[in-house]
């Protein structure tokens, strides 16, 4: 009798990646992605084409499949299951100031925090929709349905599409617990706080699926189970226990681990979301992480392997250069509409070598700050399991051990959040209460630093540098007007 085979798909921001695995041993028998395209709205189709086009020869051969998808975006459907617009996705910061104003009519984060486990930031669907209700009211009458990018997917494999409503859409409590109207904590969601957001509107939810429960088949009869969010995808894959710490350097940055009990931060630091497993998941996510690497290779006129070359020439601390990452703005620190800023420039300094060192520790020092608000909510670190495009390589894994003052393990560089998606759809299929046990896939292990005081020196410059524009540490809660320009409002 030949094995279960089982598949799992990432609809990430950048593409689509599909792995199909062996259901009992986790072995990867095949791999393919597409692309997506760039920008932060996007024809929902544009998802359903890329899945189609990586799966294609693939998805036919598998017994059951699952979706990991891109957080928090907001795909609006029509009666008829038609979009009423391209999806907005998590890192459209133009609800930033509906996440405000949706603070305040609450009552405040900490209110938020008791009520859902998070307090809303530009990239909350409900901060989305207030967006939408606002500025396109037209498109928000039209709304009759609202899902999640893995939700739509998972739609889309069991036959719905536009001119198709049915079958009943479905989700998943990692995904839910990144809208901003469904408690972590209750298992429910919050009407109210949909209706609060979308001025009113309560449009039809997906149903929420436990962890191992199945969405239903495709056509062809292929197992569809529930699927979830890319970071609870990753944990899955990753298979964490208690002590570790996921720090992922992707298109964005998130720094997670697994926990037994909800978080309810009123900071807006700490997300309090939901797991794959049942359990819970504290997540702090920056917008600048790999691309901080990128443009600064762009700058310099050299590619990333060349980069890290310059990087490696340069002492620990770059002799005081500092990069503040804000490049895209940023989320945490809540800064969306923040600029990247160089500082401690000086003849010395004003080296590529030395500033290909600055963009390294300054993506680094920006990823140790979110670590510290899981810290402060009382996260054991034991290790850091960095993963992402950028913990490829051998002087990120070096810098980030230096910086973050602990272990860290760098897991071999494969599709996690996929292969978390094909180890719930195995699963799914198994019908056991626990996921299938596949074995972890080390590539290094870095020791803690034996000189930690490197690296303190290195994150104090950081803060000092943060502290110098925007007037308190990364680690409170900021506003969204550097510190110099406040000034000058000051005295106008």
């Known amino acids: 009798m030949c094995a279960a085979k089982v598949a799992g798909v990432d609809s990430s921001t950048q593409s689509c990646k599909v792995v199909v695995c062996d259901a009992d041993t986790g072995e990867i028998l095949h791999q393919a ?59 459209d910061i133009r609800s930033a100031a509906a996440a405000d104003e949706l603070i305040l009519e609450l009552g405040g984060a900490q209110a938020w925090a008791d009520a859902v486990g998070s307090v809303p930031v530009a990239a909350f669907t409900v901060a989305k929709l207030r967006w939408l209700a606002d500025h396109e009211p037209e498109f928000a009458d039209r709304t009759a349905r609202i899902m999640l990018p893995h939700d739509y997917l998972t739609w889309r494999l069991r036959g719905g599409g536009p001119g198709t409503p049915e079958p009943e859409p ?26 609060l957001g979308f001025r009113g509107r309560t449009p039809e939810l997906p149903r929420v699926l436990e962890p191992a429960e199945a969405a239903g088949r495709t056509p062809a009869g292929v197992l569809v189970a529930a699927g979830t969010g890319d970071n609870a995808g990753a944990a899955l894959g990753l298979g964490i226990g208690d002590g570790d710490v996921v720090v992922s350097l992707g298109t964005s940055g998130t720094v997670f681990a697994r926990s037994a009990v909800p978080s309810a931060d009123a900071t807006a630091a700490v997300a309090g979301f939901a797991d794959a497993t049942g359990a819970f998941l504290p997540l702090v996510c920056t917008l600048n992480a790999a691309r901080v690497l990128e443009y600064a290779a762009d700058l310099l006129g050299v590619d990333l392997v060349t980069l890290e070359s310059l990087a490696a020439q340069a002492p620990p601390g770059a002799d005081g250069l500092v990069l503040l990452p804000y490049l895209s703005g940023e989320r945490t620190p809540n800064l969306p509409h923040a600029t990247g800023s160089l500082h401690g420039l000086r003849p010395e300094t004003m080296r590529p070598s030395h500033i290909a060192r600055a963009a390294f520790e300054g993506m680094l ?16 670190v034991r290790r850091i399991l960095l993963i992402g495009g950028a913990a490829r390589s051998a002087l990120v894994a070096e810098i980030a051990a230096q910086i973050f003052g602990v272990p860290v393990t760098v897991p071999q560089p494969i599709e996690y959040v996929a292969l978390g998606a094909a180890r719930q759809a195995a699963w799914a299929l198994s019908d056991a209460a626990e996921p299938p046990t596949w074995p972890a896939r080390t590539a290094a292990e870095i020791p803690a630093p034996a000189a930690p005081a490197i690296g303190r020196r290195i994150r104090a410059e950081y803060q000092r540098a943060h502290g110098d524009l925007y007037g308190s540490s990364s680690m409170g809660v900021a506003t969204h007007v550097p510190r110099r320009r406040r000034r000058r409002r000051g005295h106008d």
Not at 365 to 380: F, Q, V
């Open 170 to 195: 479905t989700t998943d409590r990692g995904d839910a617990s990144g809208t901003g109207y469904w408690s972590p904590a209750d298992c429910e969601y919050r009407k109210d706080l949909l209706a």
């Open 33 to 91: 992605h597409a692309p997506h395209p760039d920008g932060t709205e996007v024809a929902p189709e544009a998802w359903w084409d890329a899945l189609r086009a990586a799966g294609d020869g693939l998805l036919d051969q598998v017994d059951a499949i699952a979706v990991a998808g891109q957080q928090h975006g907001l795909v609006a459907l029509d009666a008829e299951g038609r979009p009423v617009r391209d999806a907005l996705l998590w890192n």
């Open 365 to 380: 020092c920006n990823m140790a700050e979110a670590l510290d608000h899981l810290r402060s909510r009382g996260t054991g």
